[in-house]
């Protein structure tokens, strides 16, 4: 059962901070990319925390269509295209995208 209240989105909304450093030193060259969910700022059920659980980290992160392209900051983590599984007849997600993330539109009118 959800627990709405007024002004709340029947979506949820994953929000994230997406970080990336890279470094060197003796060993050799490195990089990291890290994606933290922002829980303040997410709205209703966590399904893509969800998602990342059930099929893995690595194929979640690998399903992210421009993670590769976008700079740091906080973005919206969105499906990227669904298709209809035609034995089953469910949606499945084609991949995910990270959209720039602004309050303003996610700011509950009065």
């Not at 979640?60 to 035609?86: A, C, H, K, S």
Request: glycine share 10%; charged share 35%.
């Amino acid at each position: 059962m959800l627990d709405l209240k007024v002004g709340d989105s029947v979506d949820p909304t994953v929000v994230v901070r997406l970080t990336k450093s890279r470094w060197g030193d003796k060993n050799g060259l490195h990089m990291k990319t890290s994606i933290r969910f922002l829980r303040r700022k997410c709205r209703g059920f966590n399904y893509m925390e969800e998602e990342a659980q059930a099929i893995g980290c690595e194929d979640f992160i690998d399903g992210i269509q421009n993670l590769e392209t976008v700079p740091e900051g906080i973005y919206e983590l969105q499906y990227d295209g669904m298709t209809r599984d035609y034995e089953t007849g469910y949606y499945e997600a084609d991949g995910y995208k990270l959209v720039p993330y602004k309050e303003e539109d996610h700011v509950p009118e009065r």
